[in-house]
């Protein structure tokens, strides 16, 4: 098993790309760090470095065991600040992931809500699609994510959120479908189209578009709806999503414009079923079940 303190060191050195550098910022000695490096390489079965670049590159499998790394220390840090607090101090940190959605400002709501209680507690907000948030939980680096259905909640207990997502198309302000109080499959179909990348909400897309979904000109998939607007505005073409944060966005070079007929799609607060969780996430988990509007699964 490798120890937490050759993690430590292998992702100094691959921050500042040098063994000397690297044993100056831990304060040991050249020659210690170099073995410590050594017997990793050993430990892992595979050479880290590439030992003839200047700076010190990492290999594919350095690159590979640096992401793996980061992720194993980050939740080393989490699990001990956790277990070191008293179980009834409501302090700490809830990790939550969220996408971007009309319904994220009814959890900042909730979030807000929490806080004026237990004002402990430190709130570490991760942006990312409903796969991701999923993966993060399933590893234990995100608490409380918010997704976007449809998505698969076997493993998993939720509550559904009382705002409906609203799917738009996102199209240059100065192209011929700004200003319309709403757009057509057909009228979308004639020029190169953005989807999500998501397979199961491309699905949902897919259907509204029916038969002339095959002869799109898809460019590109984007999994957030705010990098699908600046790919808009670069003119790559319409992108279809869910309008979340889009009326938060500057109107001079995209707007939204709602699907005719329309889509609306629902998302939920969801957290691993069995999950052992510390006592601010419980409590947090406690207040959003106690929050108005919100329906239990």
């Given at each position: 098993?490798?120890?937490?303190?050759?993690?430590?060191?292998?992702?100094?050195?691959?921050?500042?790309?040098?063994?000397?550098?690297?044993?100056?910022?831990?304060?040991?000695?050249?020659?210690?760090?170099?073995?410590?490096?050594?017997?990793?390489?050993?430990?892992?079965?595979?050479?880290?470095?590439?030992?003839?670049?200047?700076?010190?590159?990492?290999?594919?499998?350095?690159?590979?065991?640096?992401?793996?790394?980061?992720?194993i220390l980050e939740l080393m840090r989490k699990t001990e600040a956790e277990v070191a607090r008293h179980e009834e101090q409501v302090e700490g940190v809830v990790s939550v992931g969220c996408g971007e959605l009309a319904s994220a400002r009814l959890l900042a709501e909730i979030i807000a809500g929490f806080r004026a209680r237990h004002p402990g507690v430190v709130f570490d907000v991760c942006t990312a699609d409903a796969d991701r948030i999923r993966c993060r939980m399933d590893d234990g680096r995100t608490d409380v994510g918010l997704l976007l259905e449809p998505v698969d909640m076997e493993r998993y207990e939720f509550l559904r959120m009382p705002v409906k997502e609203r799917w738009v198309a996102v199209t240059p302000?100065?192209?011929?479908?700004?200003?319309?109080?709403?757009?057509?499959?057909?009228?979308?179909?004639?020029?190169?189209?953005?989807?999500?990348?998501?397979?199961?909400?491309?699905?949902?897309?897919?259907?509204?578009?029916?038969?002339?979904?095959?002869?799109?000109?898809?460019?590109?998939?984007?999994?957030?709806?705010?990098n699908a607007a600046l790919l808009v505005q670069a003119g790559l073409g319409n992108a279809v999503v869910v309008e979340g944060a889009l009326p938060f966005l500057a109107r001079d070079e995209v707007c939204a414009v709602p699907l005719y007929p329309e889509i609306r799609s629902t998302s939920v607060l969801a957290w691993r079923r069995g999950q052992p969780f510390s006592a601010a996430v419980r409590r947090f988990i406690d207040f959003a079940k106690c929050f108005s509007g919100m329906e239990m699964e």
């Open positions: 098993m490798i120890e937490t303190r050759l993690l430590h060191y292998f992702l100094t050195v691959a921050r500042e790309q040098s063994i000397t550098g690297a044993a100056g910022a831990l304060h040991i000695t050249q020659p210690t760090l170099s073995r410590q490096m050594a017997l990793l390489e050993e430990e892992v079965g595979a050479k880290l470095f590439r030992r003839d670049s200047r700076p010190l590159a990492l290999t594919d499998e350095g690159l590979l065991l640096r992401r793996r790394a980061e992720e302000s100065g192209g011929p479908l700004a200003g319309r109080s709403r757009v057509t499959a057909q009228e979308l179909a004639v020029s190169p189209v953005l989807l999500p990348s998501r397979q199961k909400v491309r699905d949902e897309v897919a259907h509204w578009f029916g038969d002339l979904y095959d002869g799109l000109n898809v460019p590109c998939v984007s999994n957030l709806s705010t």
